[in-house]
């Protein structure tokens, strides 16, 4: 091989690499799930998530992910919720996966909520920090709910997002008050990223799956 035909390959390979960084880093930024607003309006709005053990389909189907019901009581895949600001939010989550646990017992007790959480419609003032399956938590707002997750052993278990209310579930409440406008990540802070990385990779560093973000309106 010349030596122009090798310099030739050597730059052609480095194009073809840099090609498909700059894919990856793009399509990272760009896809950004639909926004769903809550019900209801500023003073007081409510939000309905749902968490799922695995999306079933799709590019990430063994993926673990929150889900929010839309106006007409359809089910969006995303975690990109509008609500008003200076309001009272009522969040309700219908938690279908199973207990994963948290590193970090402190936050086994909800923070920053207003009123008691509830569990399966028990006040429920902490929750054993091995039996939260997830977290919803928004730093910025001081805001931190650990979800009860299902029994290993619970009978008929989702397995195909989104879940019915005929699969098993717990059920969570809580209400928290949002103040000035502007965008808020929120996330999950239960290692539940199965097959990654401390649990931390995939699905636990991907909005849309146990990342999210909270427009305040
Ligand atoms: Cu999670």
């Not at 063994?62 to 929010?68: G, L, Q």
């Not at 359809?74 to 590193?103: E, F, I, M």
């Not at 278990?157 to 949002?178: D, K, N, S």
Request: glycine share 12%.
């Amino acid at each position: 091989m010349t030596r122009s035909a090798k310099l030739a390959g050597v730059f052609g390979g480095i194009a073809a690499v840099a090609a498909l960084v700059a894919y990856y880093i793009v399509s990272y930024l760009i896809v950004v799930p639909p926004s769903v607003a809550a019900a209801g309006q500023a003073p007081r709005a409510s939000v309905t998530l749902q968490t799922v053990a695995s999306m079933g389909y799709g590019p990430h189907p063994d993926w673990v992910s929150y889900f929010v019901e839309d106006a007409r009581g359809k089910w969006v895949h995303s975690t990109v919720l509008t609500v008003p600001a200076n309001s009272l939010v009522k969040v309700t989550v219908l938690q279908y996966d199973t207990a994963t646990g948290l590193r970090n017992p402190y936050w086994g007790g909800p923070r920053g909520i207003v009123g008691e959480m509830v569990l399966d419609g028990k006040p429920t003032p902490t929750l054993d920090p091995d039996l939260a399956s997830h977290t919803f938590a928004v730093p910025e707002l001081g805001l931190s709910v650990p979800l009860a997750g299902v029994a290993d052993d619970a009978k008929n278990q989702c397995g195909l997002a989104p879940c019915t209310l005929a699969e098993a579930h717990r059920t969570i409440t809580f209400v928290f008050r949002t103040g000035k406008r502007g965008t808020y990540r929120w996330q999950c802070f239960v290692p539940c990223a199965f097959g990654t990385i401390l649990g931390f990779g995939g699905p636990m560093q991907s909005i849309g799956y146990m990342d999210g973000l909270l427009h305040v309106v």
